[in-house]
């Protein structure tokens, strides 16, 4: 009988015990990078022929990378705030001109990108596993880097055709689980998309080019709460 009335307070530490920790935290992520191609434009181009063109149209191929990210937020209960800075890397194997004429050509390419971000999550349950979704906007320090031949050009020797940075508006929508290791200690698995809006800048010979940089993201890490 003494068993038994004690196990309602027996069933309720436990279940207490089960609830995660709430309060500030720290997080750190790994990620694996599957960024779309990107579409770009070149000004200002002499084609075959010694044809003056004034906007070629480039499809840039991107490669799978990967990436990582530290964050520091509160746990509110259902409702997560964080900022978070990040760093993906995605190399570059081929880009093909689409207008106004069409060729491919291999290339060494880059694109690094550097996020500094304000999410927001909301835990759809409570208690073990939970399953999430969040949002976030920020700002992306992207360089493109890329060293090919000109498409006038294509047996030419490869030289570095673009350099450069800037920094645009971002935003990412994700959608995760996150599962207990400890109380304090969580393991978080996501899907984000991730979209860096429209990159501009200068190629080597100083005529302007500009770049799309979105894609898919998978995260894993782990978040600390103190």
Same mark, same amino acid.
């Given at each position: !009988? ?17 609830? +995660? ?5 720290? =997080? ?9 191609? =990107? ?22 191929? /991107? ?13 509110? #209960? ?17 880009? =093909?001109?689409?207008? +106004? ?9 880059? *694109?690094?990108?550097?996020?500094? !971000?304000?999410? /927001?999550?909301?835990?759809?349950? =409570? ?5 999430? /979704? ?22 030419? +020797? +490869?030289?570095?055709?673009?350099? %450069?940075? %800037? ?6 929508? !994700? ?12 393991? *978080? ?27 898919? *993201?998978?995260?894993? #890490? ?5």
């Amino acid at each position: !009988m003494a068993a038994l009335a004690a196990w309602p307070g027996v069933a309720a530490a436990q279940e207490q015990s089960a609830e +995660p920790e709430k309060g500030w935290y720290v =997080s750190a992520t790994g990620t694996f990078s599957l960024l779309e191609d =990107s579409v770009g434009t070149v000004e200002n181009v002499i084609g075959p022929g010694g044809v003056a063109i004034p906007t070629l149209v480039t499809d840039n191929e /991107v490669d799978n990378g990967w990436g990582a990210s530290v964050a520091f937020g509160r746990d509110f #209960g259902r409702v997560r705030a964080e900022v978070e800075v990040g760093y993906s890397e995605n190399d570059a194997s081929s880009y =093909s001109v689409a207008s +106004p004429f069409v060729i491919t050509l291999p290339q060494d390419g880059r *694109n690094d990108i550097t996020r500094y !971000m304000g999410n /927001v999550y909301f835990d759809i349950t =409570s208690g073990g596993i939970q399953p999430y /979704v969040g949002a976030g906007l920020g700002a992306a320090r992207v360089e493109v880097v890329t060293v090919a031949t000109v498409a006038a050009a294509p047996t030419a +020797p +490869p030289r570095r055709l673009i350099d %450069d940075a %800037d920094t645009v508006f971002a935003y990412q929508l !994700m959608a995760g689980v996150s599962a207990p290791i400890t109380r304090r200690l969580r393991l *978080n698995a996501q899907y984000r998309w991730f979209d860096a809006d429209l990159v501009r800048g200068l190629d080597a010979r100083g005529e302007a080019f500009t770049r799309t940089i979105e894609g898919h *993201n998978i995260d894993v #890490g782990l978040r600390f709460t103190f």
